[in-house]
């Protein structure tokens, strides 16, 4: 074995051990999700090149442990055999994290699959001064945390109430999370103050008269991180209806990471110093206005 080039092996995904010339060899997943075929593939290089075990990390994805430097091109060779990649650490794109979506869960508002994929396509392992972290979830119940990445995406649904079709029977008033809903079952009235909508869509989901619809789109967390120093991303732009629109926001904030980062500083860190002010001006100019967080 000759000399090792720690660096350059972590850059792909080799993440060094206590046990030296060891390494826990951290695979790509987009979504969450593998193949039963990669499993399979999984589970041949574990047994052989590992100690027969998978450490699932707190991303959705895998590391096998205890592979040895002198086998990191046969083990390479074998995975790629089964359709699996070994991810990527280091100052980057790190894996893009989602739940299952609207694709499986009852309560979904979005294809959290399709985004995911998407986001690993356009962003996936590019390079910029620290890592940068993508999570998408597909509603307000928030299974991948959102607001500790760098940029969350949650899905969202903005409500309309249409009074012809309601019933008054206050479900939708039981439901709202932000307590934006009243309604006078005796009097048949029912107000919606919309500045206190979080775009959760429950009233929409739980009407029984189909008086609440809505249009269903993104809510967008920046600035998030979870680590040695915690920091809940904030919502600085109001709910994003077009993919375009979304992507160009994401161009926007990681150009503006990647400009304004000094090495080794996340994106928290950088706007707490240099203001988020100058982030919201960037973003104005292709969404026309921003929020408060």
């Not at 694709?103 to 392992?125: F, M, Q």
Request: include cysteine; charged fraction near 25%; charge should be positive.
């Amino acid at each position: 074995m000759g000399e090792i080039d720690y660096k350059t092996l972590k850059k792909g995904g080799f993440m060094r051990q206590k046990q030296p010339g060891y390494f826990s060899m951290r695979l790509k997943a987009v979504g969450g999700q593998y193949t039963t075929e990669q499993l399979a593939t999984i589970k041949k290089v574990a047994d052989t090149y590992g100690k027969g075990y998978i450490h699932l990390t707190s991303r959705q994805g895998v590391e096998i442990p205890f592979i040895h430097a002198d086998n990191i091109d046969a083990v390479k060779e074998a995975l790629a055999k089964g359709g699996v990649e070994v991810g990527v650490c280091g100052p980057r794109v790190r894996t893009i994290t989602a739940c299952q979506g609207n694709a499986v869960c009852p309560t979904g508002l979005i294809n959290t699959t399709r985004l995911a994929e998407e986001l690993d396509k356009r962003y996936g392992g590019r390079e910029l001064p620290h890592k940068f972290k993508f999570g998408v979830t597909g509603c307000h119940n928030n299974c991948l945390k959102t607001e500790e990445n760098d940029l969350g995406i949650k899905g969202g649904l903005d409500p309309k109430w249409d009074g012809s079709q309601c019933i008054y029977c206050g479900l939708c008033q039981a439901v709202c999370i932000g307590k934006a809903i009243t309604v006078d079952k005796k009097e048949k009235t029912l107000a919606f103050d919309h500045s206190k909508c979080l775009f959760c869509g429950k009233c929409v989901q739980s009407c029984p008269a189909g008086a609440w619809d809505g249009e269903r789109g993104y809510v967008v967390s920046i600035g998030g991180m979870y680590g040695n120093r915690i920091s809940v991303g904030k919502t600085i732009l109001p709910i994003i209806y077009d993919d375009t629109e979304l992507f160009a926001i994401i161009d926007t904030v990681l150009d503006f990471f990647e400009k304004n980062a000094r090495p080794g500083e996340r994106s928290r860190a950088m706007l707490d110093r240099i203001g988020w002010d100058k982030l919201e001006d960037e973003l104005k100019k292709i969404t026309g206005k921003t929020q408060p967080a």
